[in-house]
């Protein structure tokens, strides 16, 4: 089975655990999630997720309906083949000397990063996009000796008026269609 | 008012209409344990190892469908649970599990009897809970009981540090659960239904496979009137036995690895299949890719991520066994299939798979069939794992609904004496029979202390053949006679029994198999048979791992004299 790259959209109740309970059902298939993140929703008590993470579709639906039943998580939807706006933020802190430091900002400018910090043998700089941008940047940016870097992992939602996860109340009826175009 | 956290606990446990509570008390619950004299309806049974209390509770949830709930302390209290936590998980019985845990300054300190029994328990229970402040209890015993019920019933566990079972807090006991992320679906879709109803009622080769959702939902009359104006032929799984009445002219047993013969060669001829509130287990279809070959699949289940995880499905229906039954057996249409019920039957003459062989030894089924025969069918039969689970599940006819209690998901040994204890104290006028192995039985024996301190009448027949059967059999016929550490040896279980105080006998010939059974039902109290059966003697029909369903072995030609036994069944029994 071939194994493809899903992003995984989750509305789950802020509480101790829920992150636990999710990524059981991960580990136990022996998936690696590439990436999580987890914030606060418009919703008071509730947090929007989104996990990536590479599996065979069958398997990673499984895993969806799984998710679906745990208590804690109100909604869950795999946007993979949706219309989606991913992005993702990383600091890269970069070796940088008073013959580099100008070329280095070129390079930011032109990938419309930020430069968050300068040291006397460092600059740190913020960059926002998809993951190939970033990848791009983190390239360029090798020759001159990267210290560190951290990714937040992605972040997404699909285009369009409606929300990907609304929040609101599921009805029945839409769980039954849900399950009748996922199968 | 105000009360205690372990008054809630109990004046919660009263209003979900709780009777009795399996348990086994220790230092962090010892709060909770002190309040029980101040409410007397709570019934509380000591048990002697905490598996017994889980497995108790899920005996007792089995038999009356109502909440089974169980007690232990932290650490060991709690990891002693976790078997038959696990068991109710994977057979989805509604159970209530309540831990002990320390107080709430030393949780994560390792502290005297810590554990994390949230984190162990995490992926073998629907939900669970660890209370950090005993206001919150009402409300989380509440859920709990709603979650562990509803929807595809399922362990909840419910962790209480000691010091919450203390604290003081107003109780309000909320009158429904507010749960957004948890909304079962009942109604099956109607578009859905339509089509099945469609499938059916064009089907040549139709066949039900029914499962345990069917006694969970306690819909035996919808499915009856769907066999009896669609003629379908049923098969069931082993835990969907006794969701029809198995001398039905329509019922044909049981399928899959111990099935019989004519089942699995129904499934593997039918056109369709109409899987309801089943999970397609793997001792239930063999090699995936062989299962039902000719076959539409309809899939009718409560949970949706069972829809298409083994099997591939034609028309998935979501929804309640009973509501979505109901529904369907408006759209179907009188029909027969008289060819098709004429073949099953054919096959059932040329492969009588429940015929007993005449013998100069015990053999145990001719034991399961003579309990069935002076039990008149009525018992509640609760078995281990292994080949006397085997047996009871060919030999016994169950057409009481219900009536066969057993471990399948898990195959958990030792299941049979704590669950059937736990069936005697939620249905206390029905004779209940623990069908056991020697090996299983050796697994909860301490129990019998139980049932003689709580009188607890269960029927006890040991079928004992010195080995751990059913693996001596893999052994015998897959790896050329091996008998590697399954032969067993065991006390004298008369004696044992004698020595908890109450009476057995030991029975080696087969005339003496009925007066036996005959005096343990006559016995007020508990009573214990112990069975010395053929020691080698083998379960058939066996359709071999990694086979498909129709590849069927059958018990070997040249034994199979017949002995002449009264008819229960119409052919089954040629």
């Known amino acids: 089975m071939a194994t493809t790259k899903h992003t995984i959209v989750a509305l789950v109740e802020d509480k101790p655990g829920v992150l636990n309970r999710m990524a059981s059902l991960f580990r136990r298939r022996g998936f690696n999630i590439e990436s999580i993140a987890v914030g606060h929703s418009e919703v008071p008590h509730l947090s929007r997720m989104t996990i990536v993470v590479g599996g065979a579709t069958t398997m990673v639906e499984q895993v969806r309906k799984h998710l679906d039943k745990l208590v804690d998580v109100v909604k869950v939807s795999d946007i993979t083949g949706d219309d989606m706006i991913a992005r993702e933020l990383a600091l890269i802190k970069v070796k940088a000397t008073s013959s580099t430091r100008s070329e280095i900002i070129q390079i930011v400018d032109i990938f419309r990063a930020n430069i968050v910090d300068v040291a006397s043998d460092s600059v740190t700089i913020e960059v926002t996009g998809d993951e190939e941008k970033i990848n791009s940047l983190f390239n360029l940016l090798r020759g001159f000796g990267i210290k560190e870097i951290t990714r937040t992992g992605r972040i997404a939602m699909t285009r369009g008026g409606s929300g990907s996860l609304p929040v609101q109340k599921k009805s029945p009826k839409a769980r039954a269609k849900g399950q009748k175009t996922s199968r | ?574």
């Not at chain 2, 302390?73 to 845990?101: K, Y």
């Not at chain 2, 109901?326 to 019920?341: C, G």
């Not at chain 2, 009525?378 to 169950?398: C, D, F, L």
């Not at chain 2, 029905?430 to 192995?437: D, N, P, R």
């Open chain 2, 1 to 574: 008012m105000k009360m205690t956290g372990a008054q809630m606990i109990c004046e919660s446990l009263v209003r979900e209409g709780v009777e009795v509570i399996f348990g086994i008390l220790g230092g962090a619950v010892l709060p909770l344990y002190d309040t029980f004299p101040q409410y007397p309806q709570l019934r509380h049974i000591l048990v002697r190892h905490e598996q017994g209390a889980a497995h108790a509770a899920d005996g007792y949830a089995r038999a009356t469908g109502k909440v089974g709930v169980c007690m232990a302390t932290s650490g060991p209290g709690a990891t002693n649970l976790v078997t038959g936590i696990a068991n109710a998980h994977l057979d989805s019985v509604p159970v209530v599990a309540i831990t002990g845990q320390v107080a709430r300054p030393f949780i994560g300190k390792d502290a005297f009897q810590e554990v994390d029994i949230t984190g162990i328990t995490l992926p073998i229970t629907k939900h669970n809970y660890l209370v950090l402040d005993a206001a919150s209890l009402p409300r989380i015993v509440k859920e709990a009981f709603y979650l562990a019920k509803s929807g595809r019933p399922g362990p909840v566990l419910i962790d209480i540090p000691r010091d919450v079972f203390i604290d003081q807090a107003e109780f309000h006991y909320p009158s429904k659960v507010d749960l957004p992320g948890y909304k079962p679906t009942l109604q099956g879709h109607p578009a859905q239904i339509k089509k099945t109803a469609k499938l059916i009622n064009e089907a040549q080769r139709p066949l039900i496979i029914a499962g345990r959702g069917v006694i969970i939902s306690r819909a035996f009359t919808e499915l009856k009137q769907l066999v009896e104006k669609a003629q379908v032929p049923v098969v069931t799984t082993l835990l969907g036995i006794s969701c029809f009445p198995e001398s039905h002219v329509l019922s044909y047993g049981m399928l899959g690895m111990h099935g019989m013969a004519y089942a699995n060669m129904a499934v593997d001829a039918a056109d369709l299949v109409i899987a309801i509130g089943m999970r397609f287990d793997d001792r239930a279809t063999a090699k995936v890719s062989g299962f039902a070959p000719h076959a539409n699949i309809i899939h009718i289940d409560i949970d949706p991520a069972e829809i298409g995880k083994n099997v591939r499905v034609d028309v998935p229906i979501v929804g309640d066994v009973k509501a979505v039954l109901q529904e369907l057996n408006k759209l179907i249409i009188s029909a027969e299939h008289i060819d098709w019920v004429q073949q099953l039957d054919d096959w059932r003459k040329e492969h009588p798979s429940t015929v007993i062989r005449d013998s100069e030894g015990l053999l145990p089924q001719f034991v399961i069939r003579k309990i069935y025969e002076v039990t008149q069918g009525k018992a509640i039969i609760v078995t281990g794992v292994g080949q006397n689970q085997r047996g009871a599940a060919q030999h016994y006819w169950y057409n009481k609904p219900n009536s066969l209690i057993s471990s399948g998901g898990l195959g958990t040994m030792g299941f049979e004496l704590p669950a059937a204890m736990g069936v005697k104290v939620g249905c206390p006028n029905e004779t209940v029979w623990c069908i056991a192995g020697d090996g299983g039985f050796q697994m909860t024996i301490q129990e019998l202390a139980t049932i003689v301190q709580e009188k607890i009448a269960v029927k006890i027949a040991i079928l004992n053949n010195g080995y751990l059967g059913m693996v001596r059999q893999w052994q015998e016929m897959f790896y050329k006679k091996r008998y590697v550490a399954t032969p067993l040896s065991g006390p004298d279980f008369v004696k044992i029994a004698d020595a908890y105080g109450f009476p057995g006998l030991r029975v080696k010939h087969k005339e003496e198999v009925v007066p036996a059974i005959q005096k343990a039902t006559e016995e007020q109290g508990p009573f214990l048979i112990d069975f010395a059966i053929e020691p080698e003697e083998n379960v058939y029909p066996m359709v071999p791992p990694g086979a498909a369903l129709a590849e069927v072995l059958e018990e070997p030609k040249k034994e199979a004299e017949v002995l002449s036994d009264s008819a229960k069944l119409p052919v089954s029994n040629i």
